[in-house]
């Protein structure tokens, strides 16, 4: 008797499962769609490329190092101009060269904080906006199209932001001797990637 | 049979019951509809409405940073201004031809990154008018939805948020958290630049 019981279990579950997988969806008239997805894709999207992660991490070390104001200057730097970039690349305005100026930014960036090095505050802030027009300008041409571009934009921003923070905790260990060593090992590290970069975007 | 029916009926109940729960709710339109009347639906409006929760947002964190006189004010005038914004459009009918929340987006951004001074009288006119072009744009997307209740709702609940937003602020004391302000300034106006270029694009 225990077999037909077994079977009548086995058919529960094989049409319970066909009604979860081909009840049909809602018909979705109306609703704004692409909303949530906008955000977290623009949100993943500064992640996705090495090049960025590391030369916007770099930004956050070498604003650490500087001090005040320079740690929270140049990450208020970077978004904006970076927005400016990326504006530049929805309107299909061309930036010739843009991959080896994010290689170049990484090699840079990297050497400063390799090096300590320590220029004005408005140089510092100068150069990192100059090479923030090449990350805003790629990311504007990816943009994906059919998505919320408000969303978007904020995920995007709130993304750049944080791995600026992301740099700035890391590079909070400045004050203790040792890790002064480290953050110059960590710029070492960003511009050797960027000469391999470089390589990438050159070959 | 007994053991067969019993069988039946427990096939019937986990069929039913994944059916009753998966079947296609009412398509909703548009406006966002809470199911617990127009006031909320307003409310509701607003939280789920980034072009304009955000620059509600700012304008608090900025009348935070001002201080406490400039935060009063924003406590009464900007609620009340965006109503009266609200009202004027339930009576009148337009459609955005310049990215109104992008600009939003920037000047108050910019005005919070660079923790410009602005005089009481300026500030206040500036968050009236803010206030007023929002609540105008609300009010023509309210029309047809939750109406002048809806706007209750609105002010209410921008009453709410300027009130606890702009308090925090200017209760905070160590530097850094003013500085935190500045950067969170800093990336609305990034967005708002990115916003008038989606506009500029033909897509918002």
Redesign the interface.
Known sequence: MKQPAGYMNYLVWFLMLSVYLFWASSAQAHVEQGQAVGFVTGLEHPWSGLDHVLAMIAVGLWGAQLGNPAMWILPVTFPMVMSLGAMMGLLGIPLPGIEIGIAVSAILLGGMVLGEVRPKLVVAAVLVGFFAIFHGHAHGTELPAGQSGLLYSMGFVIATGCLHGIGITIGLVHRWPTGKLALRGAGAFIAVMGIYFLWQAVV | MR?FVS?SF??LF??AL??VL?K??D????LVTTGMGPVFDGIGHLLLT??DL?PALSVALYAGLRGRRPGRRALFFFPLAWFLGGVIGLFMEGQQVIPI?ALSFLIIGILI?ADLRLPTNWFTVLIVLVGLIHGFFNGLALKDGPGSLGLFGIMAILFVLVAVVSAFVVSMKPPWTR?AV??TG??V???G?????????G??
Not at chain 2, 27 to 30: I, L, N, R, S, T
Not at chain 2, 193 to 201: A, K, Q, S, T, V
């Open positions: 053991k069988d427990h096939l986990t069929v994944p059916a998966l296609p709710s398509a909703a339109a548009h980034p072009e955000v929340p990154a500085i500045r950067v800093s990336w106006a990034a967005m630049i990115l916003m008038i270029g989606w506009f500029m694009r897509q918002s």
